[in-house]
């Protein structure tokens, strides 16, 4: 028996352990009944049916011959760091960190961060193209999110003042 498809073994076990940390996690929680669900009991059944779909789908990568295009390439690093870094720009942004002194400068700005740093992962970056898709992501963001839920945060940087 070989692996057939190294791709669909990976994500298999990916789905399985993202399935059973869902699970393990759900039990501090208080699970309730089907009619009456506790906040545990719908991390706890998306963990099992993760967990039950990565087995599957784990097992299914096995076979007697190799499957073309199964094997795994060259890792993107780029677009994964970038990713990731924009993520954690738009939250240190939008809150700040006060640990070090780095106050929060609101949505728009942590928008602007997020957007053009999350294109920085792709290898035809074009600032015009970043500058049209900041504008319309904060905009778009802004109506959404303040003017029609209402959610109260910081839109502003501190010295804008508004």
């Avoid at 789905?15 to 699970?23: H, P, Q, S, V």
């Avoid at 990565?54 to 096995?62: A, D, K, N, R, V």
Wanted: net charge positive.
């Amino acid at each position: 028996m070989a692996i057939k498809s190294q791709k669909d073994l990976l994500a298999g076990l990916m789905f399985t352990l993202t399935g059973a940390a869902f699970t393990l996690g759900a039990r501090d929680y208080d699970m309730g009944t089907s009619g009456r669900m506790g906040p545990g009991y719908f991390p706890l059944v998306l963990g099992v049916i993760l967990a039950g779909l990565g087995i599957l789908i784990t097992l299914q990568s096995f076979g007697n011959k190799p499957q073309p295009g199964g094997e795994i390439g060259h890792f993107a690093w780029r677009p994964l760091i970038f990713i990731i870094g924009a993520n954690l720009i738009f939250g240190l942004l939008l809150g700040g960190l006060p640990s070090v002194g780095l106050p929060a400068m609101g949505l728009i700005v942590a928008i602007i961060g997020l957007t053009f740093v999350s294109m920085l992962a792709s290898k035809d970056f074009c600032i015009k193209r970043a500058i049209m898709l900041s504008a319309i992501l904060t905009v778009g963001s802004y109506l959404v999110f303040v003017k029609m839920l209402g959610l109260t945060f910081q839109v502003w940087p501190w010295f804008v003042g508004a």
